[in-house]
């Protein structure tokens, strides 16, 4: 599979060849915090298989937690594009909405749902986890 996607101003573009480890819905606080309060749409790829194709991308990371995650914005319109965190080492957490075609997007799993709010929407036929499954 090959995917493009890009920030709000168009000055970061990349593309990810290769098949998605897992395709979620994040309900952490921290997800809710960046996005403005909705769950993060996530796709999780190996981190070879993404690519910038036009500009750099700076990075996040909170200095007062233990094992921060590594946040990539656009530094000019503030886009968050990707992340990595330390639980997926080698692996790259594309936000769903940054993909040029975002349709290809389909939710496996809800997780960190402890901390959903009532307006969050679960859909019925996938299942939801506390916490991270296993």
């Known amino acids: 599979m090959k995917l493009t996607g890009r920030c709000y101003c168009g000055d970061v573009h990349y593309e990810i060849e290769g098949e998605a480890q897992a ?6 606080r921290e997800c809710q915090y ?15 298989t ?10 996040f990371r909170r200095s007062d937690l233990e094992r921060p995650v590594t946040r990539h914005f656009c530094e000019h319109c503030g886009t968050g594009l990707a992340s990595e965190t330390p639980n997926r080492p080698g692996s790259i957490v594309v936000k769903v ?38």
């Open 34 to 48: 960046v996005s403005g309060g909705n769950p993060a749409a996530l796709m999780i790829f190996p981190l070879e």
């Open 50 to 59: 993404f690519r910038l194709t036009q500009g750099e991308m700076k990075q």
């Open 23 to 28: 395709s979620l819905h994040c309900h952490c």
């Open 97 to 134: 909405g940054t993909l040029d075609d975002p349709s290809v997007f389909t939710p496996a799993v809800a997780i960190f749902t402890c901390d959903k709010q009532a307006f969050h929407h679960i859909p019925d036929d996938i299942p939801a986890f506390d916490k991270r499954p296993g």
